[in-house]
């Protein structure tokens, strides 16, 4: 069992530069989400969704799309790379059925933009 | 914003010793309290969770204490292990939400051998 799969695990950009972080779940999982974590500044959350083609905003969301064609895979597009979006990045899902539902976690996207 | 605040940012316990680690939040609005470990590389996993009408939940070496009346709750780990060395986060989940958890800003134990 997989559990949550992001791809890749270290990516190094240029200011501009475009590029996709990929995470796929194979738990059947409603909700996705990803968040940045920054030093001393814990999990923020960047975009998520409850479903396919269902997806909202989180509390950093600029700078960064998403999309949620299927349930398992919930890409995070960054458009235009900033210094400021270096970080590590981590997709998440979680279930809805029952009540607080532990979140999954992926083992991060190591992302440095130069 | 509601906030969790978690402290201390970073702690060294020896072997044996008992590793503190306190959140407090500004809401009242919250009803569930998880805490979730992290090591280098990996993503963070749930390590034990508690509900504001329980006072306390010991699971194995790990011990959540939760006081309602000063909003606060804190992770206890008895007879700490090399082992436990990594980065803790306190996290509270707002009434009605199933998802969308408030999390303090993580403390990074080293247990001393």
């Known amino acids: 069992n997989a559990g949550v799969t992001q791809t890749p695990k270290f990516q190094v950009l240029k200011t501009g530069q475009s590029m996709t972080l990929q995470c796929a779940q194979d738990m059947n999982h409603e909700y996705m989400s990803w968040y940045r974590q920054d030093p001393g500044m814990g999990l923020r959350l960047i975009h998520y969704s409850v479903g396919a083609g269902i997806t909202d905003q989180g509390e950093v969301p600029n700078g960064y799309n998403v999309s949620r064609s299927t349930t398992e895979d919930f890409p995070l597009r960054l458009l235009s790379a900033a210094p400021s979006q270096t970080s590590v990045y981590f997709c998440?899902?979680?279930?809805?059925?029952?009540?607080?539902?532990?979140?999954?976690f992926g083992d991060g996207t190591r992302l440095s933009i130069l | 914003q509601q906030q969790v605040k978690q402290s201390p940012q970073s702690l060294i316990v020896q072997k044996g010793g008992i590793s503190i680690i306190n959140c407090a939040y500004e809401n009242t609005a919250f009803d569930y309290f998880p805490w979730y470990q992290q090591f280098p590389g990996k993503g963070p996993a749930l390590l034990i969770a508690i509900r504001p009408d329980v006072s306390e939940k010991k699971e194995g070496r790990f011990t959540i204490s939760f006081n309602k009346s000063a909003k606060q709750f804190s992770l206890h780990i008895m007879d700490s292990q090399p082992g436990d060395s990594a980065t803790y986060f306190c996290a509270a989940n707002p009434m009605g939400s199933n998802y969308q958890l408030i999390w303090g800003a993580g403390t990074k134990l080293i247990i001393k051998p």
């Open positions: 998440a899902s979680s279930s809805f059925t029952g009540s607080n539902q532990p979140q999954h």
